[in-house]
């Protein structure tokens, strides 16, 4: 039970958190007045991997599930997998100017 109880809680973080984030970010490049929609996808995967890191590094271990498993990211992989997002991030609205 604790396993379904922790699922629908990685199900609803990430859909409450998700579409906040992703909302700011939409807000954002709005004042850049910049149209980024084919290029939507990049902000979405930046904003799911910050997610996940945030997730293995401070949220597994508040939740219900006890198992085996839970450890942190190795800095190496958070630094990696938040500048990933960042780059993402940063690049939807330069690929979006015309050339």
Known sequence: MR???ELLR???VFAILGSLLGSILG??????DVNTEPFEWM???AIMLLLFVFY???LQFSGWYKGEGRE????KV???FIAISAIL???APVFSYPL
């Not at 942190?72 to 800095?75: D, E, G, T, V």
């Open 27 to 32: 807000k954002a490049y709005l004042l850049l």
């Open 3 to 5: 396993v379904v109880l």
């Open 89 to 91: 991030v940063v690049m």
């Open 43 to 45: 902000g979405f995967i």
């Open 72 to 75: 942190k990211l190795s800095p």
């Open 78 to 80: 958070t630094c990696s």
């Open 10 to 12: 990685i199900i609803v």
């Open 56 to 58: 293995r590094n401070k």
